[in-house]
């Protein structure tokens, strides 16, 4: 029996709802490992609804993440694996949008040991993803966060990163050979014992960034932020630096032979005292 005005549960009703949802949960799993791609993307559709309505609910989001993160993240693999196209492309993104949808204080993105190639991805969310070992080859990513993100033991290889924002990454062992970072930031970036092989940076935001025992023989930083970075026991042979403000970057043990420092901005002398300059290092006047 139930009070006047108090909403009574029709047990039967709501036991028809969870178990239509369910059904419906289950029918989506299958058409996301589909091998038709119509039915996949079924299965993406009704996956986005189902997630957007969770937004506001952590505890719901967690207990979703457990199954569908690994379950999207295994979709990944096999995308990337696949042959190059526009419609493989859309679908890579698509699936990289629907781990966006569990935020990072939810769950970290399991996609290490991943190859990413020929493909052009824009406004993607990989921030706080484990990216280890993971090659990215002739990519073309754009207006993307992969902010906090581990890319230790990855490769970047003839790819450009236009608006990318990677503050905070930590980079161990990483290898980027004939990458173009333009319009993007990476400050407090942190890359150890990694390679930057005829790289360029061209207004790229690096304050406070670390490269410690990198080598970035070849690269170029043109209108960049350098203000705090901290280059210590990195080889810059080579390396030309212009129109980038350096006030505050750190040089210590650096070896800058052969690298061009001429149109520098804020650089100091005193910043100099412990590296390693050579009679081929070309510095500002002032400082000469």
Not at 103 to 125: G, H, I, K, Q, T
Not at 196 to 224: H, Y
Request: hydrophobic share 40%; charged share 30%; proline share 1%.
């Amino acid at each position: 029996m139930s009070m006047k005005g108090e909403a009574t549960v029709d047990l039967r009703e709501l036991m028809t709802i969870i178990e239509r949802d369910a059904a419906r949960s289950e029918d989506a799993v299958r058409a996301i490992l589909s091998e038709d791609a119509n039915e996949r993307y079924k299965g993406y559709t009704w996956l986005h609804k189902t997630l957007s309505r969770l937004q506001n609910d952590e505890k719901a989001l967690k207990e979703n993440a457990s199954f569908y993160v690994p379950l999207l993240a295994g979709c990944l693999a096999r995308l990337t694996n696949g042959e190059s196209g526009h419609e493989r492309t859309l679908e890579v993104l698509t699936v990289i949008n629907l781990l966006g949808l569990f935020p990072s204080r939810v769950a970290a993105l399991p996609l290490s040991n991943l190859r990413f190639e020929a493909l052009s991805l824009s406004d993607f969310r990989l921030d706080f993803a484990d990216l280890r070992r993971s090659v990215f080859s002739d990519m073309r990513l754009v207006s993307g966060v992969m902010s906090d993100a581990d890319i230790s033991h990855a490769r970047f290889e003839d790819s450009l990163l236009r608006g990318v924002s990677l503050d905070r990454v930590i980079g161990k062992r990483a290898r980027m050979e004939r990458v173009t970072f333009d319009k993007g930031s990476a400050s407090e970036a942190r890359f150890k014992d990694s390679e930057f092989l005829e790289c360029e940076f061209a207004d790229v935001d690096l304050s406070k960034a670390l490269f410690a025992a990198c080598d970035l023989g070849g690269t170029t930083f043109e209108g960049c932020k350098l203000g705090k970075t901290d280059f210590a026991y990195s080889s810059l042979l080579g390396v030309r630096i212009s129109g980038s403000d350096v006030a505050g970057a750190h040089f210590y043990n650096t070896d800058l032979r052969g690298a061009d420092l001429r149109a520098a901005r804020n650089l100091k002398a005193s910043q100099l005292e412990t590296a390693i300059v050579g009679d081929d290092t070309r510095l500002p006047d002032n400082i000469r």
